[in-house]
C-alpha cells in the first residue's frame, strides 16, 4: 500500500518589500505568485502597508491568514527592510528572508544579527547557473569583491559542502576561476591560491579540479563548483544571465535554477534577488528560500563544514 503524501512543512519566510529596483511593485506581485503556488507558505511582508495591502486585496481572502505585514517606520530607507526581515530571522519569527535590496546591507545585516560561522570572515553568495553538462555552483557572486586567499579557500569548502547538500552533487569538483589554464596565470591571488586549494580539506569528499576559464562555466564539464572573487563573479553571473535570457540557456528548461543568490557562512537562510528581478524572479527566490527551510539544508551544510574543519 503506498504511503500518503505528506503535508508540506510550513515555511515562513520574510520578505523585504523595499528591496529592488522596481519595489514594491515587483515584489508584491512576486510575493503573490508564491503565495498562490504554495499553500504551506506563509509570508512576513515587511514595508509599507499599503503595498502589503495590494497583496491581501489580490489574493483568495481564504488565504489571509498566510499573510501579516510588519510594518515599518513613516520614511525608511531602502536598508531599513531588509534590515527588518533579517531580525525577524534572528528572533524566530521567520525561517528565511529573501530580498532583492541592496547586497551590501544584506550581507552586512545578516553578518550582525544572524552570526557567522567559525572561519568565516566574509559570507559569499553563491548562484546556481544552467550549464551543458547540468549546473554548476558559482560563488562569490557580489558579497566579497576583493578578498585574500584564504578567503577563497573558505568559500571553496562552502561551495563544495552546497553542491553536495543542495544539488546532491557526489564528490563535486571545485575549479579556480582564471584567464588561463596555464601554470602561472592570472593575477597574484590566483597564482596564490593552486597551491593552497590543492592541499585543502574539502567536504562531500570534493577535491580541487585545477584553474577553469569563463567557457567551463559554460560548459560545466571541468567543475561543478567554480571559485572566484565577488568583482568577477558578479560580471560574470549578470553577462551570463542576460544572454541567456536574450538566446536561451544551455541544459535542460526543466532545470533551470532560480535567478537568486543564497549567502552561505550565516547562522539563517539569506536568499537575494537580483535588483532589477521581475516577479517571476521574486517568487523563484521565495520558494527557493522554503525549499532550502524545508531540507534544512543551511544546517546541513554547516554540519558538513564542522567535520572538514574538525578532522584539521
Known amino acids: 500500500m503506498p504511503a500518503p503524501d505528506r503535508e508540506p512543512v510550513t515555511a515562513r519566510i520574510a520578505v523585504d518589500l523595499l528591496g529592488g529596483d522596481h519595489a514594491p511593485a515587483v515584489v508584491v506581485d512576486g510575493a503573490l505568485r508564491a503565495c498562490q503556488a504554495d499553500p504551506a507558505l506563509h509570508l512576513i511582508l515587511v514595508g509599507p502597508t499599503d503595498a502589503a495591502g495590494e497583496l491581501l486585496a489580490a489574493l483568495d481572502p481564504a488565504a489571509h491568514a498566510r499573510v501579516t505585514t510588519l510594518a515599518l517606520s513613516k520614511e525608511p530607507d531602502a536598508e531599513t527592510g531588509v534590515r527588518t526581515a533579517v531580525l525577524a530571522v534572528a528572533q524566530g519569527a521567520a525561517d528565511a528572508v529573501v530580498s532583492a535590496g541592496n547586497t551590501g546591507a544584506t550581507v552586512t545585516s545578516a553578518a550582525l544579527s544572524l552570526g557567522r560561522w567559525p572561519g568565516v570572515r566574509r559570507p559569499p553568495l553563491a548562484a546556481v547557473l544552467p550549464t551543458e553538462a547540468g549546473r554548476l555552483v558559482l560563488l562569490d557572486v557580489g558579497s566579497s569583491v576583493d578578498p585574500d586567499a584564504p ?162
Not at 535567478?259 to 537562510?269: E, F, K, M, S, Y
Open 151 to 312: 578567503t577563497l579557500a573558505t568559500h571553496a569548502r562552502l561551495g563544495a559542502a552546497y553542491a553536495s547538500v543542495v544539488h546532491r552533487v557526489a564528490e563535486p569538483r571545485v575549479g579556480l576561476l582564471t584567464i588561463g589554464t596555464e601554470r602561472g596565470k592570472g593575477d597574484r591571488l590566483r597564482r596564490e591560491l593552486p597551491r593552497i586549494l590543492s592541499r585543502l580539506a574539502l567536504p562531500g569528499g570534493a577535491r580541487y579540479a585545477g584553474l577553469v576559464e569563463g567557457n567551463d562555466v559554460v560548459l560545466g564539464a571541468a567543475a561543478d563548483v567554480v571559485v572566484t572573487d565577488g568583482f568577477t563573479g558578479n560580471v560574470l553571473l549578470k553577462g551570463l544571465e542576460t544572454a541567456y535570457a536574450r538566446f536561451g540557456a544551455p541544459g535542460s528548461p526543466e532545470l533551470a535554477p532560480p535567478r537568486a543568490a543564497i549567502l552561505l557562512g550565516v547562522d539563517g537562510i539569506v536568499v537575494v534577488c537580483h535588483g532589477a528581478a521581475e516577479g517571476a524572479d521574486v517568487a523563484a527566490g521565495i520558494a527557493f528560500a522554503a525549499d532550502l527551510h524545508r531540507r534544512a539544508a543551511v544546517a546541513a551544510i554547516e554540519e558538513m563544514i564542522n567535520e572538514v574543519s574538525h578532522d584539521e
